[in-house]
C-alpha cells in the first residue's frame, strides 16, 4: 500500500509547473499567445512580454478586456494579416507573418509572428496559438541593406564609366548600361549574351589580354591597364581598365570586378600633341625635332649595314620675293606643294622634313654608292621646278641643294647638317638651280663665314665702319653735281673686308637695319659740315637695303635722320634697287610717296636687272634712273648691251627722268653715253670712292676732278 500511495503520489506538485512555464516565458524574447478564432480574435492567454513589445500588459488582453491585439495591427497591415490568416489555415500550414504594429506609446514596429491552427475534436480550427517577436532592427539593418542596394545600382545603372565584373575564361558575368554603350551594345545582357571570348572578341591585339591576365594573377589586380578593343559594330576604341580579384573563402578567384573608361578622344589628342611636337603645322612633315631622330636612325642604320646615308639640305630660290610680291597665302600655298610633291617622291625609308622657312631637308636611308644619291638629287631638283598655279598665274621656282654623306662628312646628327647647309650655300654661289656635295673647302669656309658674322655684330659698336663718297658727274658739263654714300668696314682682326663680302651677310642677318641707318645718319651729317664749312651743298646718295625698305618705320627713320642733322631734304638722294621695288608693289608704292613727300630724290638703281614693266615705272614717284654696271662695261664692244642702254636713255627722257650710268671706267664707255645724251656718269674713269676729306678737297672747286 505504502508502495502503491508511493507509486500513486505525483512527482512534483502542479504549482511547481506553472511558476517554472512562467519562468521560461518571462525570459522569451517576445510574447506567446492563445486566441479565439472570431471577429474579434478574443485573446485567451498572452505572456508578460507583451508588456515590452506593446506597451500593454496581460490584463489588458484577456477577453479583449481594455485592448484588442487586432486593433494594434497598422491599418495597413490589418486585412493583410487577417487574410493571410485564414489562408493558411484553409491550407493547413503553419501562419508565418510580418507586419506593423502600432505600440501604446504610438511608436512603430515591425512584428514577426509565427502560430498554428487548434482543432476541435470535429476537425474544426478554433483557435491559434503561436508567438509574436519584435523585428524592428532586423527590419531596419534589412531596410537599410536595400536602400544601399538601391543607391549602388542606381550608381551603377546611371554610371557614366563602365563597370563590370568577369572571369578569365567565360566571358562577362555583369556589366553596367554605360559599358554596354561603350562597346556598342544595346543592353547589358546583349553584350554579356554576344562577347563569350573576350581575348579575341575583343581585345585588337590578344597580347594585351594575356598581359591584363598575367598582372591580375600576380598583382591581385590593375591600374589603368589601356588598350585597344571593338566595338560592336567594328570600331577601334581605347579604353582604360582598372580591376581587381574577387576571392571566395577558400581564397580563390571567383571572378574580375573593375571598371572601364573610354580614353580614345585623350588618346587622339595625345596623338595631335605629340604630331604638333614632331611635326610642322604649315605642311605636316616632319620638323626638326623629328628629323634629328631620323637622322640618327638612318647613322645607325648605315653603320649596322655597312651602307652610307645622305643629308639633302634644300633651299627654295627667291621665295622671298613671291612671298613678298604675291602674299603669305601665296608663299604657304607653294610651301605646301613643295612637300607634298617631295614626300611622294621619296620611298618609304626615306624622311622628308621642313627645316624652317624655305628650307627641306631630305635624310635618305640605305645607300650604297653616291650615284644613287646624285640621281634623287637631280630627281628633286627638277620635281621643285614644275610649274605650279597660284591667283590665276603659272609661277615657277628652282632650288638650290647641298648634300653631306654619312660617314665621311661627319659622324654626327649637326655635324651633318651643318655640312649640308654649307654644301648648299655653295650651289647657291654657282647660280642657283643645282646641288653641290660637301667638301673640306667649303667647311673652311663655312667657318670664316661664321667668325665673320662674329665680328660684324660689334664692328658698329667699335667704331670700325666708315663712309667713303664716289662723285657723280654731269657729262654736259664735267663738273661733279653729286655723291654716293658707300660703306667701309675697316675691322680691327681682319682689316679692310670688302662690302660683297659683308654686306649679304648683314642682309642675311639683320644686322643692316642697325648699319643702314648709321650710313643714312653718318651721311646726312656729312652733308651738313661739308655746308657749314662753306662747300656749296650736293646731293648725296644712300642705298637703302630690302630690310630697310620693308620696315613700316622708314619714312620716320629718314625723316629723324634729316631732322637731327639739320639737312634739308632735297640734298638727299635714296638709292633703291629695281628688285627690292618690286618684292611688294603696293607697299613699295606706298612708302615711295611718303619718302617723297618729305622732299628727298628717290633713285632705281641697278635698272634693268630686275623685273619692273613700264607701268610700274610711270607710277613711282622717282626721279632718277641708274643703269646698272653689268651693262655698261660692254657697251662699246657688246651691240645688245649698247642697244639696251640707248634703250633705257631713251626710256627714262620720256618719262622726264634723269639717267646715271654707273661703272664707267674707260674714255670709249664716256664718248658712248655723251652721244646718246647720258645724264650723269659715276665710276673709277672719273672718281674712285674716298674718304670725306678728300672728297673735299678734289671736288668742292669748279672743273674739279
Not at 575583343?202 to 591584363?212: G, I, K, N, S, T
Request: charged share 25%; proline share 4%; net charge negative.
Amino acid at each position: 500500500m505504502k508502495l502503491a500511495n508511493a507509486v500513486a503520489s505525483p512527482p512534483m506538485p502542479v504549482a511547481a509547473d506553472v511558476g517554472m512555464f512562467s519562468h521560461l516565458l518571462s525570459n522569451f524574447d517576445g510574447m506567446v499567445y492563445r486566441c479565439l478564432i472570431d471577429s474579434n480574435w478574443t485573446m485567451q492567454f498572452i505572456s508578460g512580454g507583451c508588456l515590452a513589445l506593446t506597451g500593454y500588459g496581460s490584463e489588458d488582453f484577456i477577453a479583449n478586456v481594455a485592448v484588442s491585439y487586432e486593433d494594434l495591427i497598422h491599418p495597413d497591415h490589418r486585412q493583410q494579416v487577417r487574410d493571410g490568416v485564414h489562408a493558411a489555415l484553409r491550407r493547413h500550414e503553419r501562419i508565418d507573418l510580418e507586419y506593423r504594429i502600432v505600440r501604446r506609446d504610438g511608436a512603430v514596429r515591425w512584428v514577426w509572428e509565427r502560430a498554428t491552427g487548434v482543432k476541435d475534436m470535429h476537425g474544426v480550427y478554433i483557435a491559434l496559438e503561436g508567438f509574436i517577436q519584435d523585428i524592428t532592427q532586423r527590419k531596419q539593418a534589412e531596410q537599410a541593406l536595400h536602400e544601399a542596394e538601391r543607391r549602388y545600382r542606381s550608381i551603377v545603372e546611371n554610371a557614366v564609366e563602365g563597370i563590370f565584373q568577369s572571369t578569365p575564361d567565360k566571358g562577362y558575368l555583369a556589366v553596367n548600361p554605360a559599358l554596354a554603350r561603350m562597346y556598342g551594345y544595346d543592353s547589358p545582357q546583349q553584350m554579356i549574351d554576344h562577347l563569350r571570348d573576350i581575348d579575341h572578341q575583343l581585345y585588337v591585339d590578344p597580347q594585351r589580354r594575356a598581359e591584363f591576365l598575367r598582372r591580375m594573377a600576380e598583382q591581385d589586380g590593375v591600374l589603368n591597364f589601356e588598350s585597344q578593343v571593338y566595338q560592336r559594330g567594328g570600331n577601334v576604341i581605347w579604353i582604360s581598365e582598372s580591376a581587381r580579384n574577387v576571392r571566395g573563402p577558400d581564397n580563390a578567384v571567383q571572378f574580375f570586378e573593375g571598371s572601364v573608361i573610354d580614353i580614345t578622344e585623350r588618346k587622339i589628342y595625345e596623338a595631335q600633341i605629340r604630331h604638333q611636337a614632331t611635326h610642322d603645322a604649315l605642311t605636316g612633315l616632319p620638323n626638326r625635332n623629328l628629323l634629328h631622330d631620323r637622322l640618327q636612325q638612318a647613322m645607325a642604320n648605315a653603320r649596322r649595314n655597312d651602307q652610307i646615308a645622305a643629308v639633302v639640305f634644300i633651299d627654295l630660290d627667291q621665295f622671298k620675293f613671291i612671298n613678298d610680291s604675291l602674299g603669305h597665302q601665296v608663299g604657304d600655298e607653294l610651301l605646301k606643294v613643295i612637300g607634298a610633291r617631295l614626300r611622294a617622291s621619296m620611298r618609304a625609308c626615306d624622311t622628308v622634313a621642313r627645316q624652317g622657312g624655305d628650307e627641306f631637308v631630305l635624310v635618305l636611308d640605305n645607300h650604297r654608292s653616291c650615284e644613287a644619291i646624285t640621281d634623287t638629287v637631280r630627281r628633286v631638283i627638277a620635281l621643285v621646278a614644275e610649274p605650279w598655279s597660284a591667283k590665276g598665274l603659272e609661277l615657277q621656282v628652282t632650288c638650290s641643294v647641298g648634300v653631306s654623306v654619312f660617314p665621311d662628312d661627319g659622324s654626327d646628327a649637326e655635324t651633318l647638317l651643318r655640312h649640308a647647309d654649307s654644301a648648299m650655300y655653295k650651289a647657291k654661289e654657282l647660280g642657283r638651280n643645282t646641288f653641290q656635295y660637301f667638301s673640306a673647302e667649303m667647311n673652311r669656309h663655312a667657318t670664316q663665314r661664321l667668325e665673320l658674322l662674329n665680328s660684324l655684330r660689334h664692328a658698329l659698336a667699335n667704331g670700325e665702319f666708315v663712309l667713303q663718297y664716289q662723285p657723280k658727274v654731269q657729262l654736259a658739263t664735267a663738273r661733279v653735281i653729286g655723291a654716293e654714300a658707300l660703306i667701309r668696314w675697316h675691322s680691327a682682326a681682319r682689316g679692310m673686308v670688302s662690302p660683297g663680302d659683308f654686306i649679304p651677310l648683314a642682309e642675311e642677318s639683320g644686322l643692316i637695319i642697325a648699319i643702314g641707318e648709321w650710313v643714312l645718319r653718318t651721311a646726312c651729317a656729312q652733308n651738313v659740315a661739308w655746308q657749314r664749312a662753306g662747300h656749296p651743298p650736293l646731293p648725296i646718295a644712300v642705298n637703302l637695303s630690302p630690310r630697310q625698305l620693308a620696315r613700316d618705320d622708314i619714312v620716320d627713320v629718314v625723316a629723324d635722320a634729316l631732322q637731327s642733322a639739320g639737312l634739308e631734304p632735297r640734298w638727299l638722294e635714296l638709292e633703291i634697287t629695281e628688285n627690292d621695288v618690286m618684292r611688294d608693289v603696293d607697299k613699295s608704292l606706298a612708302t615711295l610717296i611718303r619718302l617723297k613727300q618729305l622732299g628727298v630724290k628717290i633713285s632705281i638703281d641697278d635698272f634693268g636687272t630686275g623685273y619692273s614693266s613700264l607701268n610700274y615705272l610711270k607710277r613711282f614717284p622717282v626721279d632718277t634712273l641708274k643703269i646698272d654696271r653689268s651693262f655698261v662695261s660692254d657697251i662699246a664692244a657688246d651691240a645688245d648691251d649698247a642697244a639696251i642702254v640707248k634703250a633705257v636713255i631713251s626710256l627714262a627722257h620720256i618719262l622726264n627722268l634723269n639717267v646715271v650710268a654707273e661703272g664707267v671706267e674707260t674714255d670709249g664707255q664716256r664718248r658712248f653715253l655723251v652721244e646718246n645724251g647720258c645724264d650723269e656718269v659715276q665710276g673709277y674713269y672719273f672718281g674712285r670712292p674716298m674718304p670725306a676729306p678728300e672728297f673735299a678737297g678734289a671736288c668742292f672747286y669748279p672743273g674739279g676732278l
